[in-house]
């Protein structure tokens, strides 16, 4: 903890207080103030792990703006890449236009300069003129879709139920060993992947989880009429994304959606994907990643 001033007015600058049970409630609270949701179930299930930290400021006892640190680790092309996104980014009503998320921002980006290889984050279209100020610039992520043929699907698959106490370590453990399948893959983050999976207020995948026995694979799929949404697929070996398609293809369906890219994108379609109301924007510097490959950060991996 540390005092800062901003505009002459003196504030407490805390951060990694997660397990302080009173400055957590407050961050619980100005984040149903603002987003809805809390992080509660979330905590107390003990996925939250060491590397989603909290950086807030205080004006007395009142937690007023906030900036989530996700330090996640992901296989890019091939390569190893620490990357530091952005999340919860938020300030009580009556503190907006102070300055304070600013002073959030510069300290993360001053902490963290030297210990990741990019910074980035999901910026809502309503705030896309604040981070340029920091050096981010927004850059297109691409979506691969394809028609599935009709054929018999030699593998079996079962709906997961994560109440049940089995399924729920076969999803962490898998997602904790998950090899990389795509082009760009997040690495042992099952923390965020069991968050998406059970205990996200707003929106949650627990109906959406399927195991492929054969595969030893977890595919996490949605149906729209004839099209499959394939959202990620997490196992411990490589395994072939047609593979995946076949098995949790219905007679119905016709084509699939994938929300990610795959390592070899040649026979799939490929066009520019545009999130409602949400835009990725990165560091300057690392614009060039994006231009150059057609990337897509999985849905799993967003915060």
């Not at 207080?17 to 299930?45: G, P």
């Not at 003990?46 to 906030?66: Q, R, T």
């Not at 297109?140 to 709906?159: G, L």
Request: proline share 2%; charged share 25%.
């Amino acid at each position: 903890m540390k005092n800062v001033m901003i505009n002459g007015k003196n504030y407490k600058l805390i951060s990694n207080y997660q397990d302080d049970n009173e400055l957590r409630n407050r961050f619980n609270l100005l984040t149903q103030q603002i987003y809805n949701f809390d992080f509660e179930k979330w905590y107390n299930s003990g996925f939250w792990k060491e590397n989603c930290i909290l950086y807030s400021l205080l004006d007395n006892d009142k937690m007023v703006s906030h900036i989530t640190v996700s330090v996640i680790d992901f296989i890019v092309l091939g390569k190893k890449k620490r990357f530091v996104q952005f999340g919860t980014v938020m300030t009580d009503e009556q503190y907006r236009n102070q300055g304070l998320s600013r002073v959030l921002m510069e300290t993360v980006l001053e902490e963290w300069k030297d210990k990741c290889d990019m910074f980035y984050l999901f910026a809502n279209d309503s705030v896309l003129d604040f981070y340029p100020k920091f050096g981010f610039v927004p850059v297109d992520e691409y979506q691969a879709s394809t028609k599935i043929p009709k054929i018999e699907s030699p593998y079996s698959i079962r709906k997961m139920d994560i109440d049940n106490v089995s399924d729920l370590n076969l999803l962490y453990e898998t997602a904790k060993n998950a090899e990389a399948q795509f082009a760009l893959s997040m690495h042992d983050n099952a923390g965020l992947v069991m968050f998406y999976c059970n205990y996200f207020e707003l929106f949650s995948f627990k109906e959406n989880l399927f195991y492929i026995q054969d595969l030893h694979a977890i595919a996490v799929a949605d149906y729209e009429e004839d099209t499959l949404i394939l959202y990620d697929i997490l196992a411990k070996e490589k395994i072939e994304i047609k593979d995946v398609l076949n098995a949790m293809a219905t007679e119905q369906t016709k084509s699939a959606i994938l929300k990610f890219m795959p390592i070899d994108s040649e026979n799939y379609e490929v066009t520019l994907f545009k999130e409602e109301d949400s835009t990725l924007m990165v560091m300057g510097d690392k614009e060039e990643l994006f231009k150059n490959n057609k990337l897509m950060f999985p849905m799993l991996s967003h915060t």
